[in-house]
């Protein structure tokens, strides 16, 4: 066979060609598991973060009502009422523990006051959202009496009412 100068053969550089191309198909590949792999971490962190939330806004004595008995003067605290938020507006960020991320607060049909968590939701923004059932009271805190008196129905202007509480987290737009 006559070579005539030539240096490559036309079989090898068709091969160079194919392992250069599955070899770029496999980087593709690798690179697409990289970022599911980050994307499926920071979901994972922003699900945490909102049940975190969700939790704390429930049992923390911070946010939640507190339980007391109408003997003593004054009244003897009992501890903390879980699932019930009073109206003033104690769902903060520092409260809630997501302090360096955006948040959005809504009770359905109740508003709660809440300074820091009502941002509208920025298009395109990955977030995560929690709904518990919840009571809201007027106040911070609610007799032991009164409490019974709301479950039995016995109470005419109930200082209790039902309602869902939505949190929902995302990460700051940089």
């Known amino acids: 066979m006559d070579k005539r100068g030539q240096i490559l053969s036309l079989d090898y550089v068709i091969s160079l060609m194919l392992v250069l191309l599955a070899l770029g198909l496999l980087l593709n590949f690798f690179e697409l598991q990289t970022v599911n792999a980050k994307e499926a971490q920071l979901n994972s962190e922003l699900e945490a973060l909102a049940n975190g939330a969700a939790r704390l806004a429930l049992t923390s004595p911070d946010i939640a009502c507190r339980l007391t008995s109408i003997t003593g003067d004054p009244p003897k605290d009992i501890g903390v009422l879980p699932n019930c938020i009073p ?68 109470l005419l202007n109930c200082v209790l009412s039902d309602a869902n509480l939505t949190i929902s987290i995302w990460r700051t737009p940089t």
Do not use: H, M, W
């Not at 607060?105 to 509208?120: G, H, K, Q, V």
């Open 87 to 154: 109206k003033n507006g104690r769902l903060t960020k520092q409260n809630l523990g997501i302090q360096g991320f955006e948040c959005a607060i809504a009770t359905d049909p109740i508003d709660l006051l809440s300074t820091e968590c009502n941002t509208d939701f920025p298009d395109g923004t990955d977030y995560y959202s929690v709904t518990r059932k919840i009571v809201v009271s007027d106040d911070t805190t609610i007799t032991k009496d009164k409490l019974e008196e709301c479950i039995r129905g016995e």
